[in-house]
């Protein structure tokens, strides 16, 4: 099997400003995962390798640089699914880690449960030997700046990233196969701005924001949570998927399906079994990326398609 890796960072009303450093952090992020499968890696390793590039960029609403609560405060979630087995790992109101997605990782592999939250979560990357930073590290200008225009306009649930100017960040995501035909797929936010204390999104529940199996595929999605909730928007492409339809359909289908019912914007990234790409959204834009032949493709506009030179990294 050709190994494959595709990754997003997240949908929404994306200002021309904030353009170029999502696009940037997309070919960090692919890069990242690309050679993490091509050293031999699993896809498992892959997206979590991918992901992580993400929640150190301030550019995407995951780790550093997660949007706030109504409190001024960081509530992080992360999911991670292994389609061999269909085994999950997941957490949520995470606080004081940078990675969320590498909890969630150990959760999968380390834990009997599938999804832990708040000091749970806590308790259990401590013993793990994950080390806490200050809550206000992963706090950044556009976060605070997002909020900030939350509070004073009150558009909440709308999009995830704010005022125009201001926006642009989102959740992340990455699907792959690695060599062995296996798959796997990771998300990872912050969530939306101005959220209530404790809320919960569709990022961590399994069906909603991520979805894996190796005998048809694996999505991430990104975009109005609560509306990608209450559709199981992961999960409704996978169906598609195993009934026949090709990853690019099935994404296309369950996108604008969610948004015609709940009129509210998603966007998603899917691979099929045999490595077919699936990418689609119907918010203004969605940043994506993932390596063929040799090059990058890349996009954040509707139907564009860019492309480069692929320069590997050292990374995995």
């Known amino acids: 099997m050709e190994p494959i890796i595709i990754v997003h960072g997240g949908a929404g009303d994306i200002p021309q400003s904030r353009v170029k450093g999502k696009l940037d952090g997309m070919k960090v992020a692919v890069t990242a995962g690309h050679e993490c499968l091509m050293k031999g890696g699993s896809a498992l390793d892959a997206v979590e390798a991918a992901v992580m590039t993400m929640e150190e960029d301030e550019n995407f609403n995951a780790g550093y640089g997660s949007v706030l609560t109504l409190r001024g405060e960081v509530e992080m979630e992360a999911s991670i699914m292994r389609g061999s087995d269909l085994n999950t790992g997941g957490v949520t109101l995470v606080k004081e880690f940078l990675h969320p997605i590498s909890i969630a990782h150990k959760v999968l592999t380390d834990s009997p449960h599938s999804l832990l939250g708040g000091e749970g ?41 704010g005022p125009k100017d201001e926006g642009g960040v989102g959740t992340v995501g990455a699907v792959a196969i690695d060599r062995n035909g296996h798959i796997a797929a990771a998300t990872s936010t912050g969530g939306m701005s101005g959220k209530a204390v404790g809320r919960i999104g ?61 009129k509210n914007t998603a966007g998603a990234i899917t691979l099929s079994k045999n490595g077919d790409v699936g990418i689609h959204f119907s918010s203004k834009r969605m940043s994506w990326a993932y390596v063929k032949d040799g090059h990058i493709f890349y996009g954040i506009n509707p139907d564009e ?6 320069n590997p990294g050292n990374n995995c």
């Open 121 to 161: 979560a806590k308790i259990f990357a401590l013993e793990k030997g994950f080390k806490t930073i200050p809550s206000e590290s992963l706090i950044s200008e556009h976060a605070k700046k997002a909020l900030q225009h939350f509070l004073e306009h009150g558009e909440f649930g709308r999009t995830e990233i």
């Open 202 to 262: 569709d990022t961590p529940q399994i069906g909603s924001g991520t979805y894996a199996d190796d005998h048809i595929g694996a999505v991430s999605t990104t975009g109005h949570g609560e509306s990608i909730l209450r559709y199981c928007l992961a999960h409704s492409i996978i169906k598609l998927m195993e009934s026949g339809k090709d990853a690019q359909t099935a994404t296309t289908i369950a996108v604008n399906g969610m948004t015609a019912r709940l």
């Open 305 to 310: 398609v860019l492309k480069e030179e692929y």
